[in-house]
């Protein structure tokens, strides 16, 4: 590992692919902590098909928009008491030790939401698997960033990304394979639990990583795997001299290695910037809406006005490919362009998608099909929707009678050729829907027939291939490299629970809003959050870009404001590193 800040001549594909032929015991180590990112990936997918047909099978599911929030959400609610111990026991005991703990509970959760008889085990269940993706999300980048030379740090860390949008992706193909399988929901929850067995046996031949090591005391044990991960003698005695002086360093301060406060910690100024910046891209990468596509995914698409859950799946399924395909794009371009200025230009799109779904859903909810008098009498007047029978049966749409106050009803479409054609207001359940679609009809509960069905899975393919690169990938990489050594463990984890807090508040709360004030205005309110993040990136986040992770406490200690996050760092001199740069925010 060199003194300074690199540059990069050449993709990180290359220099991945150079690594790994010569020696690839470091891809090793990181594909096989990534596993972890495919089981945070696929539990926090599988969930936007598996309730499509879990409310089939459970009517007090179908019935209340607060359960199907508290199904998805209980795992973001797992995951934040995952995270916060998670960064306990990554500095307790060990970065491996933790990982192997995860993949318990992501098999325990597994086997209990696969077996569930009503929503309370499901409930416990997906509990479970948000203590394990808690765990996994803030240990198996820390895992890969300690075990991976700075060359190629951002390449390799960007691969635990990759296996997160991948298990995303699975999710969703799983989905789909099974729709016609008995017991549909369980299969899609149950697999879960052969990826966290496969990496359970990986990680029991694995060693723990090096810095954590060195850092309680186990210096030999330490200084062979570095000799594994590092090809070059005089790379190893620079870590070896790095690591010893950061250790000195946290002794000088505190003169303990065990104890650390976080009020301590926040009156530290480099730590204290390094949590600022580390914290609030976690906050910002939920309020943006990422999860409102990846939990509601299948729901957006019936919101837009795909009625079939078959269709729904198969149209997430894009979605969910470009989240995977900006994943390699990050591992691409994250060691060259840097990670500011990926986070720019990942943010000016994600703007510009929420706005165009914003229009979209404008548009569709304010041309939704009219109700027919002549076509809801067509069926028997016991199928009417009460309220439209009381209303005296004026001016009434199909967004209208979704949201009949009385009674659930649904929109039978029209059977002439065109589902934009005034349509049927029905009573909603399963005899009705079976009566509607005999007619070769499609049946609306959960959005409107809609010209714009298409632009709007255009503006989430948008909103998908703009996030997935930067805010998707680059705030995990980024706390991964800010924090000081003897603080790893602790300011991951308050990244990480902060992440999953702001998780949790934009999950329970996503159906809620679309039924109260529309989908138009929920994704407007993502984007005055995403103007927010710009801001915020601008202001706060400073370029770690090919920094030895020993070496970003000194840069936060001299940073300054700096706007201009396209020109090239200047060179100081000074007390620096030979080669390195000055780098400030």
Known sequence: MEGGAHGFDGSAFRECFSLSWRNP?????AFSAGIGGLLFGYDTGVISGALLYIRDDFRSVDKNTWLQEMIVSMAVAGAIIGAAVGGWANDRFGRRTSILVADLLFFAGAVVMASATGPVQLVVGRVFVGLGVGMASMTAPLYISEASPARIRGALVSTNGFLITGGQFLSYLINLAFTKAPGTWRWMLGVAGLPAVFQFVLMLFLPESPRWLYRKGRVEEAEAILRKIYMAEEEVEREMQELKESVEAEAREQGSTEKVSLAALVKTKTVRRGLVAGVGLQVFQQLVGINTVMYYSPTIVQLAGFASNQTALALSLVTSGLNALGSIVSIFFIDRTGRRKLLVISLV????????????????????????????????????????????????????????????????????????????????????????????????????????????????????????????????????????????????????????VSNLAVAQSFLSLTEAIGPAWTFLIFGCLSVAALAFVLVCVPETKGLPIEEVESMLERRELRLKFWAPRAHSGGDLPDGAKKDGV
């Open 25 to 29: 015991y470091v891809l090793r180590l």
């Open 349 to 500: 799109g994600v703007i510009a998608s929420l706005a165009l779904l914003s229009a979209v859903f404008h548009e569709a909810t304010s041309h939704s099909p009219a109700v027919g008098a002549a076509e809801t009498s067509h069926f028997n007047s016991s199928l009417t929707c009460p309220d439209y029978r009381t209303s005296g049966s004026s001016a009434w749409d199909c967004t209208r009678c979704l949201k009949a106050s009385s009674t659930e009803c649904g929109f039978c479409a029209s059977g002439a050729g065109s589902k934009l054609l005034p349509g049927a207001c029905l009573l909603s359940n399963s005899t009705v829907r079976d009566t509607c679609h005999g007619e070769d009809r499609l049946w609306y509960t959960r959005g409107c027939p809609s010209p714009y069905g298409w632009l709007a899975m255009a503006g989430l393919a948008l909103y998908i291939a703009f996030f997935s690169p930067g805010m998707g990938t680059v705030p995990w990489i980024v706390n991964s490299e800010i924090y000081p050594l003897r603080h790893r463990g602790v300011c991951g984890g308050v990244a990480a629970t902060a992440n999953w």
